[in-house]
T-cell receptor, first 115, second 116 residues
Framework: SAVISQKPSRDICQRGTSLTIQCQVDSQVTMMFWYRQQPGQSLTLIATANQGSEATYESGFVIDKFPISRPNLTFSTLTVSNMSPEDSSIYLC????????????FGSGTQLSVL | QKEVEQNSGPLSVPEGAIASLNCTYSDRVSQSFFWYRQYSGKSPELIMSIYSNGDKEDGRFTAQLNKASQYVSLLIRDSQPSDSATYLCAVNMRAGSGGSNYKLTFGKGTLLTVNP
């Protein structure tokens, strides 16, 4: 597993502003993933972040709305831009371990509320 | 649309009983299956993985896989109040139609309550 520190743990933001979520891992990892978990819904993958390359976004998510940085093998950020109340959710970073990086270990999450 | 289906519950069992959690998935060629536990207000925690048909036991937990029926389950023996949580089923499924890229797809989870 890995120790994954995520901050902020929660925030309340105004419509139209942006929030950057940070994810720090205690060891070098190849694959990092950003998920969203809305109330009563399953975890939804936003994007996959590999160090040294552009993030790969899932259908329905775009870089202008959710820019991601991955400057090294232990750190990543997700920015939620031009927020609206529909962005209120829990955002989770995770790292992949094992063959195919399919065993996921999650950070503590960021509870975002947009007013 | 690749899907993972779970009964949302809540599933309520008395302490000491066996809790049975079920999951079906739509992609027949899926090879990797996982169970996560998520306590209220916390992030998901990986508790079991299974890759082959049959049973895999780890302590009080048993994962069962039947690829022909596209069905995976989690049994919790001697359930404890501390097992009360949402259990998420996750399946590594093909991303899009065909191709070789896989993506971990989660179900919505089943809320388990173990009553003392």
């Amino acid at each position: 597993s890995a120790v994954i520190s995520q901050k902020p743990s929660r925030d309340i933001c105004q419509r139209g502003t942006s929030l950057t979520i940070q994810c720090q891992v205690d060891s070098q990892v190849t694959m990092m993933f950003w998920y969203r978990q809305q109330p009563g819904q399953s975890l939804t993958l936003i994007a996959t972040a590999n160090q040294g390359s552009e993030a790969t976004y899932e259908s329905g998510f775009v870089i202008d709305k959710f820019p991601i940085s991955r400057p090294n093998l232990t750190f990543s950020t997700l920015t939620v831009s031009n927020m609206s109340p529909e962005d209120s959710s829990i955002y989770l970073c995770s790292v992949g371990r094992g063959q195919g990086y399919e065993k996921l270990f999650f950070g503590s999450g960021t509870q975002l509320s947009v007013l | 649309q690749k899907e993972v289906e779970q009964n949302s519950g809540p599933l309520s069992v008395p302490e000491g009983a066996i809790a049975s959690l079920n999951c079906t998935y739509s992609d027949r060629v899926s090879q990797s299956f996982f169970w996560y536990r998520q306590y209220s207000g916390k992030s998901p925690e990986l508790i079991m993985s299974i890759y082959s048909n049959g049973d895999k036991e780890d302590g009080r937990f048993t994962a069962q896989l039947n690829k022909a029926s596209q069905y995976v389950s989690l049994l919790i023996r001697d359930s404890q109040p501390s097992d009360s949580a949402t259990y998420l089923c996750a399946v590594n499924m093909r991303a899009g139609s065909g191709g070789s890229n896989y993506k971990l797809t989660f179900g919505k989870g089943t809320l388990l309550t173990v009553n003392p």
